[in-house]
């Protein structure tokens, strides 16, 4: 039909709109070169918020699994969110990497180091990108939900991390002037969140857009499988 010849097409805008999103967040600090810390302004900005943005996206993925599968009584798709994983891990490398080698080559390194409130804060993005890359490194680990989950909020926590820092600590915009959201501003904010939640649970609810049967329900094995396992011989 109609919608199965524009899926591709609607896959392809639902990545292309994000990817765009965060590449064009990492641009506008460029605009506000020196008013921005050291440790965040570079002209690799729109790359490093676009690779974030992936990792950020990988842990937005396991973490809705995992809930949903919790609360909707859904099986854990532990296999796909493994393989998912491998991919992601070399991702977080490269962030750390990028950033790092960037850092090194403006001679911005000593101020990584300097560990005043902004080198902290930046020294711990780095490190909740690097804790949750090696929790990913094993393939065993890989395939256990816990720690999957774990290393999930881990990079949200690094994703939204960055932002926070670029946007509010590491942005100075001069001598008499200070930002942070207001009361107002963050209940917006919460508002959106609770409302996206919202629709997702109702989509959810009234579509079948979550594949596979319930965790309940365990699928039927054939007769003789059954009593071969009943008479305890092994297959």
């Known amino acids: 039909g109609i919608l199965d010849r524009s899926l591709i097409w609607i896959v392809a805008l639902g990545i292309l709109l994000p990817t765009m999103?965060?590449?064009?967040?990492?641009?506008?600090?460029?605009?506000?070169g020196p008013r921005l810390h050291p440790l965040w302004h570079t002209p690799l900005l729109p790359l490093l918020f676009l690779i974030s943005c992936l990792g950020m996206?990988?842990?937005?993925?396991?973490v809705e699994s995992s809930v949903a599968s919790r609360f909707f009584g859904r099986r854990a798709e532990t296999k796909?969110?493994?393989?998912?994983a491998a991919i992601v891990?070399?991702?977080?490398?490269?962030?750390?990497?990028?950033?790092?080698?960037?850092?090194?080559?403006?001679?911005?390194l000593a101020l990584l180091f300097a560990f005043?409130?902004?080198?902290?804060?930046?020294l711990l993005e780095f490190a909740l990108v690097i804790v949750a890359a090696a929790m990913l490194l094993r393939p065993a680990d890989r395939h256990r939900a816990g720690t999957l989950f774990r290393s999930a909020m881990l990079l949200l926590a690094a994703g939204a991390l960055y932002r926070f820092d670029t946007y509010l600590?590491?942005?100075?915009?001069g001598p008499q002037w200070s930002y942070f959201p207001s009361v107002g501003e963050m209940l917006v904010t919460v508002g959106l969140v609770a409302f996206e939640i919202l629709v997702y649970v109702v989509l959810v609810k009234q579509f079948?857009?979550?594949?596979?049967?319930?965790?309940?329900?365990?699928?039927?094995?054939p007769p003789d499988?059954?009593?071969?396992?009943r008479a305890g011989v092994p297959g």
């Open 169 to 173: 600590v590491a942005f100075q915009p």
């Open 225 to 229: 499988v059954a009593r071969v396992e």
């Open 57 to 62: 996206g990988y842990g937005a993925v396991i």
């Open 80 to 84: 796909m969110l493994a393989g998912l």
């Open 208 to 221: 079948p857009i979550l594949g596979g049967p319930p965790a309940s329900i365990q699928p039927r094995r």
């Open 89 to 108: 891990m070399p991702i977080l490398v490269m962030f750390a990497g990028v950033r790092f080698v960037d850092l090194a080559a403006r001679g911005r």
């Open 116 to 122: 005043d409130l902004r080198s902290v804060l930046a």
């Open 21 to 32: 999103h965060q590449s064009s967040l990492g641009s506008l600090m460029l605009i506000a």
